[in-house]
């Protein structure tokens, strides 16, 4: 049954997503991208991600983090693992060493020294949608989700969700006890932050 309303919901936030027009998902885009600014810390370690299909790009905000001197890392997927490492974000002309697909399209993955991701600053992820309560809703890989399970007595890096406006659920997303919340949202309008309280409605 969790499987099958996750589902559901999942298509209905991606055809939200994909409902942005081009000149809306732009605007939204670049907004988006100069909310995030506000994290970016010298000598900081940060994990972006490439975005797939619809996702909200961060392109923008990897040359703005570089330029202030932090340093950007991408999520590497070695086969048959689902905890991730992360490598640093290529110079403009970089290849990609290989394409790893992940569902579908391809994601390309790049060279450098690895690291995992409680050595990670700040951690932006990708969502397909977001609950009040600062639950994720995934694309269903399950990378994320293992990779912060196999720190969680680490230190763990600062979760900001990132997405556009339309995939912020009011209500409540079905998780697992081992679910971690996220710590914020960025969208184009500004930003929803998640409280302890207000991350543990089952106490409420």
């Not at 009040?132 to 763990?156: E, I, M, N, T, W």
């Amino acid at each position: 049954m969790l499987k099958n309303e996750k589902s559901a919901l999942r298509r209905q936030f991606r055809l939200a997503r994909k409902g942005l027009s081009s000149s809306e998902r732009t605007r939204a885009t670049r907004k988006a991208n100069r909310n995030l600014y506000r994290y970016i810390k010298r000598h900081a370690r940060i994990g972006i991600y490439w975005p797939v299909g619809s996702e909200l790009s961060l392109h923008d905000f990897a040359r703005k983090a570089r330029q202030r001197g932090a340093q950007v890392y991408l999520p590497y997927i070695e086969a048959d693992a689902l905890r991730l490492w992360f490598t640093p974000y290529p110079e403009t002309d970089a290849k990609a060493e290989r394409k790893r697909r992940c569902r579908r399209p391809d994601i390309p993955q790049f060279i450098g020294r690895k690291i995992r991701i409680h050595r990670l600053n700040l951690l932006l992820l990708p969502l397909v949608g977001v609950d009040r309560f600062g639950y994720r809703l995934g694309q269903g890989g399950g990378y994320y989700d293992a990779s912060l399970a196999a720190a969680r007595h680490r230190l763990q890096p600062k979760k900001i969700g990132v997405g556009f406006a339309c995939q912020y659920y009011e209500g409540r997303f079905p998780h697992e006890p081992h679910d971690m919340p996220l710590d914020a949202f960025v969208f184009e309008t500004g930003q929803q932050r998640f409280t302890a309280f207000s991350t543990n409605p089952d106490d409420r």
